[in-house]
């Protein structure tokens, strides 16, 4: 018997894969294509990258998003490096330790409010360059949109990347849900990508519709030259690549990824619109995340309604997560349920 199984807010993860990438599948699964990329689906989007990015961009596509972060990290790092990230990023804390231990590199984090960091915060990590007692300052590593829900804009990350690069530094842009941070911006990938001076990048599509497959993108010449070896001892290269390559040329027809973010996004403001009243919301709406204060027994009785994870379990906040397939009713339903808790109390 077929299980149906609810739509909730713990994460577009947890979304099913949108019908136009699986008849994208569908349409590649036929006849035979020369393996590990040699293919002509990889080609095609591998210029597809091109054209939203820039013309100098090298592409490699990888299966998850945790191996975009340690992989692309790797190509640029070497141990005795040293990575610095906000402290709620996912490279600290949703990696299981993958960044250093397949880097070799510290992993030093800043503390951020809101998920963004800012050039002072960066600071008391910049220093004992040269020195050999100290860990070597290479990487600075930033989430768009973040993992608090709220987004950069350009112009924060230019003056990043102008601090960094001006240390002999690189910046990484952990791009899990790109999409969404695009949408919000209402601006072009290339705009507050290569652009704004973003040297690695990870590239996601898992979070909005897509099955499985990421991308690690180079912007700029001279990064990528070892890459192709790093890729495959990392076990990242897919024999049968034509299956994630396809599902991104579905992903840039006709700006699905658009369509998606943008609905994922609108569902997330109807939802903080619809709780406002009932709860605390702490980070500004930017992207499809909602955050809030929600008392834990309140949280404990709408959990098995519509599933969400804990945040910060001592301030009793928790994370909504809307996705490419949330709906009004979903969401109205939600509402109601919360409601009434608070009418019962």
């Not at 149906?4 to 807010?9: A, T, Y």
């Not at 909005?208 to 991308?215: H, K, L, P, R």
Request: hydrophobic share 40%; aromatic share 10%.
């Amino acid at each position: 018997m077929k299980q149906i199984i609810k739509r909730g807010f713990a994460s577009d993860n947890n979304a099913g894969v949108h019908p136009d990438i699986l008849r994208e599948l569908t349409a590649v699964n036929t006849g035979h294509a020369v393996g590990y990329g040699a293919d002509m689906y990889t080609r095609e989007a591998e210029q597809l990258f091109k054209d939203h990015l820039g013309d100098d961009t090298e592409t490699f596509f990888v299966f998850t998003g945790t191996a975009a972060n340690v992989l692309g990290l790797s190509s640029v790092t070497r141990s005795w490096n040293s990575v610095v990230t906000a402290f709620t990023a996912h490279i600290e804390q949703d990696e299981c330790g993958a960044p250093e231990k397949f880097t070799g590199c510290k992993v030093l984090t800043v503390d951020t409010p809101d998920g963004k960091i800012r050039t002072e915060m960066l600071e008391k990590h910049l220093h004992g360059f040269g020195f050999e007692h100290h860990s070597q300052p290479k990487v600075v590593s930033i989430t768009q949109a973040t993992e608090m829900g709220t987004v950069y804009t350009p112009d924060e990350i230019r003056k990043i990347a102008d601090h960094v690069h001006s240390r002999g530094m690189l910046l990484h842009m952990d791009g899990a849900r790109i999409s969404n941070a695009a949408v919000s911006l209402d601006l072009p990938f290339r705009s507050f990508t290569t652009d704004a001076g973003v040297d690695i990048l990870s590239f996601g599509g898992t979070k909005n519709g897509m099955m499985f497959g990421e991308a690690v993108c180079f912007p700029g010449k001279g990064l990528s030259t070892d890459f192709r070896y790093i890729r495959k001892q990392g076990m990242h290269l897919a024999s049968k690549m034509r299956f994630i390559s396809a599902q991104f040329i579905a992903y840039f027809r006709n700006d699905l990824w658009k369509m998606n973010a943008s609905h994922s996004n609108r569902m997330a403001r109807l939802l903080a619109d619809r709780i406002k009243d009932k709860l605390v919301i702490t980070q500004p709406v930017e992207s499809n995340g909602v955050f809030v204060i929600m008392p834990h027994g309140v949280a404990e009785r709408l959990l098995p309604h519509y599933f969400f994870y804990p945040w910060n379990e001592v301030l009793s906040e928790y994370r909504l997560m809307t996705s490419w397939d949330t709906t009004p009713e979903d969401i109205e339903d939600f509402s109601v349920l919360l409601e009434k808790e608070f009418e019962n109390q």
